[in-house]
């Protein structure tokens, strides 16, 4: 399985944009890129995930890289809500399985 | 429409004992997962069902035994709890579409194995 690599935290104040940021340098090309996040005693939920070009959605926009072999999950304005563990994970197109990493944990001051 | 339920939401076991935990979804999905836990980390996929009537391992499958009872319901039991079992237990399901894909999870069974 191809792998991702993330900065285990990073800090932002409310109502500032996040940037986390994702490697995937063996991406294959049918690879899609997923960001789920977890919030405090919950379990994870679903942000985004793209294959090639730039999604945006309610919740969040991700960026790719040209050569895919990384990608940015920005949230545009960061809530007291948004603190959680963001996970960037690789799923081949045919495959039913999430393999989750250790993510980012996200805290948002005030 | 709630989702993904798990029952219990708490548990503690003696080592040996042994449980099931439930699962269910009213989403319609073909897919649905068993994952767990530990503190500090990523969840680990324990057992798959891609589709009614199907079963198979993931990353971490010993201890443990899986039912897919209908397309809704979901089953993970501990034949003989051990302490290293103790965990927080997430069931998920999904619609498999290939480009149009999100796994749902259920809140979570926290289970200690003393």
């Known amino acids: 399985d191809a792998k991702t690599t993330q900065p285990n935290s990073m800090e932002s104040n409310e109502e500032e944009p996040v940037h986390l940021p994702c490697n995937h340098s063996?991406?294959?090309?049918?690879?899609?890129i997923h960001w789920y996040r977890q919030l405090p005693s919950q379990g994870p939920e679903y942000v985004i995930h793209g294959l090639t070009s730039n999604v945006n959605n309610r919740m969040a926009s991700l960026a790719i890289a040209e050569d895919r072999k990384s990608s940015t999950l920005i949230l545009h304005r960061a809530t007291l809500r948004d603190a959680a563990v963001y996970y960037c994970i690789l799923r081949d197109v045919w495959d039913y399985k999430l393999s989750f990493g250790a993510g980012t944990t996200v805290t948002v001051r005030a | 429409n709630a989702g993904v339920t798990q029952t219990p939401k708490f548990q503690v076991l003696k080592t040996g004992q042994s449980m099931t935990l439930q699962c269910a979804q009213d989403m319609n999905h073909n897919s649905m997962y068993w994952y767990r836990q530990d503190p500090g980390m990523g969840l680990r996929l324990i057992y798959y069902s891609a589709s009614e009537g199907t079963t198979d391992k993931g990353e971490v499958p010993n201890g443990y035994n899986v039912s897919r009872l209908n397309k809704r319901e979901f089953s993970l039991r501990l034949e003989s709890a051990a302490p290293s079992q103790t965990s927080v237990y997430f069931c998920a399901s999904s619609e498999f579409r290939t480009q149009e894909y999100e796994q749902y999870f259920g809140p979570g069974t926290r289970l200690t194995v003393t």
């Open positions: 063996t991406i294959s090309g049918t690879d899609y």
